[in-house]
């Protein structure tokens, strides 16, 4: 699946979120070759966080095709 900037996805972060099948909404903010950078949720503040965590891109396209396949 393509990756877009601005797109707001679901991302398992640690290990307990695999297992249990949860995440934490995620904002997808740059796009490189192999890495993707995007901006945790911050349900306290009810806003998205200034810090970009690093993710791997094959591992976030993977992900975001099984969320496709999962919702049809």
Do not use: A, Q, W
């Not at 640690?14 to 070759?33: A, D, M, Q, R, Y």
């Not at 950078?37 to 998205?48: A, G, L």
């Amino acid at each position: 699946m393509k990756l877009e900037i601005g797109e707001e996805i679901i991302i398992p972060i640690k290990p307990e979120h695999h297992f249990k099948n949860t995440g934490v909404l995620c904002k997808i903010k740059e796009i490189h070759s192999s890495t993707v950078y995007v901006s945790k949720f911050n349900e306290i503040n009810n806003t998205f966080n200034k810090h970009l965590v690093r993710i791997d891109k094959f591992f976030l396209e993977k992900h975001k095709d099984k969320l496709k396949r999962e919702m049809t």
